[in-house]
């Protein structure tokens, strides 16, 4: 079983979140191949970013500036997979996520672990630009973001009374996304296994210090 984390996008009151969470964590349970675990960011009350290379400490289990961020970090860590669930706010994904993914950037947490997404939105574009947004983001943080992606228009009609997507398209996508999520927890588990390449922002200062000393 590969350890999944699904981190939950939004924490507002009413959210619309909660109606896509029991389809999807149903759809995960169905796969078989993960042991879930819901990070919901509206139970991880993460400070808005502070964090320097003095407040990480022990790089290989940061301290941080809170408990609560080295614990974050320790979730990240442990997982070998891990499945975002985000809304559209203003053409992006929401600042609370962007902070969480901010939090344990220093330290690396996400660094060449397989991440897939699921977006929604109340409009047409289904959270699609929050989507491009994470992309983007994912980039930076060297996690392996998945191509296959579940987005989600109209989420206020998208589920019926069962909590089924009424869209035969959702169904779909999501197997098509977890059964690449598999597929890469296997292949990264491996490789990480095997050893990883020390991150390039440090093989980068490593051989300018080299280069300054010769
Ligand atoms: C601050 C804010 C910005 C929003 N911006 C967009 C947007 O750019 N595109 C869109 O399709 N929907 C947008 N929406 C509508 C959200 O997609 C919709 O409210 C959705 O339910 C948000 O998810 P949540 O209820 O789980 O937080 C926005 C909503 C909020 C609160």
Request: proline share 6%; net charge negative; no cysteine.
């Amino acid at each position: 079983m590969t350890k999944l984390k699904l981190i939950v996008g939004s924490r507002r009151p009413n959210r619309a979140a909660d109606l896509v969470i029991p389809w999807l964590t149903k759809k995960i349970e169905s796969h078989s191949h993960f042991e879930t675990e819901i990070l919901d960011l509206k139970d991880w009350d993460l400070p808005l970013f502070q964090e320097h290379q003095g407040s990480i400490g022990d790089i290989n289990d940061p301290t941080y500036s809170e408990p609560v961020v080295r614990e974050w970090n320790r979730k990240i860590r442990e997982a070998e997979a891990m499945l975002i669930l985000t809304p559209e706010y203003l053409h992006g994904m929401p600042g609370l996520l962007k902070n969480a993914l901010d939090n344990v950037f220093l330290s690396f947490a996400f660094r060449n672990k397989p991440v897939a997404a699921v977006s929604y939105s109340s409009g047409i574009a289904g959270g699609s630009r929050a989507l491009e947004n994470l992309a983007h983001v994912a980039l930076e943080a060297e996690m392996i973001l998945l191509r296959n992606t579940v987005i989600i228009p109209f989420v206020g009609s998208a589920f019926d009374d069962n909590g089924n997507p009424t869209n035969p398209t959702t169904d779909a996508a999501a197997t098509v996304m977890l059964d690449d999520l598999e597929w890469w927890s296997k292949l990264l588990a491996g490789a990480r296994a095997n050893g990883e390449l020390p991150p390039g922002s440090v093989r980068l200062r490593s051989i300018l210090a080299n280069t300054a000393k010769s």
